[in-house]
């Protein structure tokens, strides 16, 4: 069983919105960190958005607030990134991450998580 499966991916416009799926275990999704990162081409892997599957607690870049909303299911073990008002520089290998713990360097750093997805594409086009 893969640990974490995300889903939803795909090419749009810009202005446009994606919705992106990360389905993990029970055991794996409960009271956890779960984050959602991007990737672009030569460029840096970068959080966008993250949650405590416990409480909601909810963590955004601020290149993406206002824009990116992220949220759970907890009866489907599942976060949810719905983006909107996509632009190009949007565009990147999304991944979804998880840790049942959270060091100093918060939710957004990658380094903070130890099991990833296998990722999906997001492409916006202007």
């Known amino acids: 069983q893969v640990p974490l499966v995300e889903s939803g991916g795909g090419s749009v416009q810009a202005g446009g919105s994606l919705r992106l799926s990360c389905s993990a275990s029970?055991?794996?999704?409960?009271?956890?960190?779960m984050g959602w990162f991007r990737q672009a081409p030569g460029k840096e892997r970068e959080g966008v958005a993250a949650?405590?599957?416990?409480?909601?607690?909810?963590h955004y870049d601020d290149s993406v607030r206002g824009r990116f909303t992220i949220s759970r299911d907890n009866a489907k073990n599942t976060v949810y990134l719905q983006m909107n008002s996509l632009k190009p520089e949007d565009t990147g290998m999304y991944y979804c991450?998880?840790?049942?713990?959270?060091?100093?360097?918060?939710?957004?750093?990658?380094?903070?998580?130890?099991?990833w997805g296998q990722g999906t594409q997001v492409t916006v086009s202007s």
């Open positions: 029970r055991e794996t999704y409960a009271s956890s960190f």
């Open positions: 949650i405590y599957t416990g409480g909601g607690n909810t």
């Open positions: 991450a998880h840790s049942f713990s959270m060091g100093r360097g918060g939710p957004l750093k990658p380094y903070e998580y130890n099991l």
